[in-house]
């Protein structure tokens, strides 16, 4: 894998650019290195909790004010392509999540339900989880609705430490119905196929940027794209390097993989003197 033939980014954000909402580094100036480079990039994310234009809010704290919406794709986009394929024309489901799930869900006719028939339940990060929550789903998922889990991430960090992630409610139900989740978001392709397309470029000029080797790197890899390692989040090196195909980039936070870019395009333009 040639860096210097990389024209585009799939960016995962939290443990990447931020952990808790706090920026791992000078998050504006990286971005405005690789604009410098020509490159573009769309940030892609398994959280459900918000909808694309409460990350457009944060990225543009951070001092990206010329991010548009749709450089960002999210899990709940991934989940609505889901349902909409099996069911176009929209019904009720029960969901566990938080807003930003709740809203997407609802405003692409997916409407949350209590009680009654649903098509599907789908599951997301909820840090307001109860055993009720859990009750009503695992009897929906018994009864024959479609169990779909936004992301497998078991755990996320924070400044304390890793915390349950929207896989370990994924875990706790399948333990409780005996069927097993189908995931819409990263490593599975929807979130990476949408990025693309937004990109416009095709995978080997993409390089996929995250923490997380069962989902960021694994997911880009399938795709055909390059990939690159964060150890920013929640990844160690040594667990990085027992992977097998190995991620074609590990670096210590973000701002290590823009410097390498760099790096790649000065060798490229010298080569070609």
Known sequence: MDLADIRGLIV??????WRAGEP????????????????????????????????LRTLQRLGLPQVREDQVVNSVMAAVYALQ???PQGGPVYVIGEQGLHRGL???????????????????????LTYEKLRRATLHIRRGAWFVGTNPDR???????LVPGAGAILAALEAASDVAPTIVGKPEPFLFQAALERLGLPPEQVLVVGDRLETDILGGQRMGCATALVLSGV???????????????IAPD???????????RRGRKVMDK
Not at 113 to 124: D, F
Not at 155 to 161: C, I, L, Q, R
């Open 254 to 264: 973000f701002g290590g993989v823009v410097t390498r870019l760099e790096q790649a």
């Open 106 to 128: 609802a405003q692409a006719g997916f409407p949350h339900q209590e009680e009654g028939p649903v098509l599907a339940v789908v599951v997301g990060l909820d840090r307001g």
């Open 155 to 161: 755990s996320f960090p924070t400044p304390e430490g």
């Open 235 to 249: 990844t160690s090196r040594e667990q990085a390097e027992r992977w097998t195909p190995p991620p074609d980039l």
């Open 85 to 87: 394929g099996r069911w």
């Open 24 to 55: 791992i580094g000078p998050v504006a100036e990286w971005f405005a290195r690789l604009q410098a480079l020509g490159l573009r990039w769309v940030f892609a994310t398994n959280n459900a909790t918000k909808a694309p234009e409460d990350y």
């Open 12 to 17: 995962d954000m939290d443990g990447v650019l």
